[in-house]
């Protein structure tokens, strides 16, 4: 069993389907900060059979996690203080996204316009579905 | 500044606003043959399309406005690949009004958030064509005298077809309508038209012969099985004849039923069906001018100064 070290501050980030960490890791530009971060992939689990968890050393609120319910709303977030889990964020869906993923749709205005950005819009939010803002097709599968 | 994008960026109080000018506009014509003198409407079409372009070009000129513009993107500035964004900067500067149509879906939205004038979209490829849903509206008014408790039937390419889309989604805004989708299994109407439908508890049936429902219906509005939408010819050319009115089926329908087509047509309609009072195809291209003319009016504010 592979043992990595508590965090004094910050986030884990657990229930991560399998082999979707690094996407994760990049969308939330953790590689853009100084933070400390370990990947697990591949981590048993017994509820998923196997996982990815993604630990972050970060003052809390520094980094933006409302991207994660539009990627995944099964991820689990907790919040670490002083090396303790202090609660378990809920996820809420953001109203819009933006460049997180791009259109696919070839007939997107999106496809051919330069500096455009890519905007995915909350159409229903029982259903958890979004829609782009341009053409209304739905996003491509992550 | 308002633009319209999509066909239900109007509420139905402000659709029936603009139907009762579009009335006023048909009964009083020469009321409005100035109202936009000095105006300009720039008609910028990335893809032909005479019947539109004329059509709002014709709305402008009856209001005593004036119309610049381009009608294939190769005699824009597009062949030189300018942005839309740049492009709508630029005509703010030259028009007051822009009636834009583009290959690309979303093109009109891209337009609207950086323009400084009110921009009507035109058709955005597959996607959204509300002027011409304004149409199908507006001659439903003004000839059935409602906009609610009616069967309407449509029939042919229900899956590609965004005129029927764009129509469903703003009938289901009313009271008292009943959809019937006659279609090929191939061409039958999307799952999500379908689930707003459930949801709403809006009744609909689908079927596939015209002539099992063709007596039950107030309005037929009929498609064209577009060649363009097909990746494989040969589905084309199979689908293409599947429904063709001619008079031995209209002889099934009501005396007061109405034949709707967006047009243009190939050979979906007889020619034969033309003579027929219940056709009102051709009419509907005079109520796409009127309304046309309404919403020029509207987005300009024009009304309220006058």
Do not use: W
């Not at chain 1, 980030?13 to 399998?18: E, G, K, V």
């Not at chain 2, 703010?92 to 400084?116: L, Y």
């Not at chain 2, 279609?183 to 508890?201: F, H, N, T, V």
């Amino acid at each position: 069993m592979l043992n990595v070290g508590k965090i004094e501050e910050g986030y884990v980030l657990d229930h991560i389907q399998a082999g979707k960490s690094l996407t994760i890791y990049h969308l939330l530009h953790l590689d853009k900060t100084d933070a400390q971060v370990a990947i697990i992939k591949n981590a048993r689990s017994s509820k998923m059979g196997k996982k990815d968890i993604l630990k972050v050393e970060c003052p809390i609120g520094s980094i933006d996690l409302d991207v994660l319910a539009f990627l995944d709303r099964n991820i689990t977030v907790n919040v670490i203080r002083n090396g303790e889990i202090m609660q378990k964020e809920d996820l809420i869906l953001p109203r819009e996204v933006r460049n997180v993923i791009k259109c696919k749709n070839p007939r997107c205005i999106t496809s051919i316009e330069q500096g455009l950005e890519h905007i995915f819009v909350l159409s229903d939010a029982t259903k958890g579905t979004y829609r782009c803002k341009y053409c209304e097709s739905n996003p491509p599968a992550q | 500044m308002r633009h319209l994008i999509n066909p239900l960026d109007f509420t139905t109080d402000e659709l029936d606003r603009l139907f009762d000018l579009a009335a006023d506009i048909e009964q009083h014509p020469e009321q409005y043959a100035h109202k936009c003198d000095g105006k300009k409407l720039a008609t910028c079409f990335y893809e032909p399309s005479t019947r539109t372009r004329l059509s709002f070009e014709t709305a402008m000129l009856n209001l005593g406005g004036s119309v610049i513009g381009f009608s294939d993107a190769a005699s824009s500035s597009a062949s030189k690949g300018e942005s839309v964004a740049d492009t709508i900067r630029v005509i703010s500067c030259f028009a007051d009004i822009c009636a834009m149509r583009h290959p690309k879906e979303g093109a009109a939205t891209v337009a609207a958030s950086h323009s400084g004038i009110p921009v009507i979209n035109a058709g955005d490829g597959g996607h959204q064509h509300p002027t011409q849903t304004l149409t199908d509206l507006l001659t439903i008014r003004a000839l059935k005298g409602r906009l609610s408790d009616f069967t309407i039937g449509l029939c042919g390419d229900l899956k590609f077809g965004r005129t029927v889309h764009s129509l469903i989604n703003a009938l289901s805004r009313y009271d008292g309508i009943r959809f019937v989708f006659i279609s090929p299994e191939e061409l039958r109407i999307p799952d999500y038209i379908i689930e707003m439908l459930r949801e709403k508890q809006i009744p609909y049936k689908e079927v596939i012969r015209l002539e099992d429902t063709i007596g039950d219906l107030d309005l037929l509005y009929m498609t064209r099985v577009q060649r363009e939408r097909f990746f494989n010819e040969e589905d084309y050319i199979r689908l293409k004849d599947f429904y063709i009115l001619d008079k031995t089926k209209l002889n099934l329908a009501r005396e007061d039923m109405l034949v709707l087509h967006p047009l243009p047509r190939v050979n979906e309609i007889s020619v034969e069906v033309d003579d027929d009072p219940r056709a009102v195809y051709f009419k509907q291209v005079q109520y796409g001018v009127y309304v046309r003319m309404a919403l020029i009016l509207t987005l300009l504010e024009i009304e309220k100064e006058n």
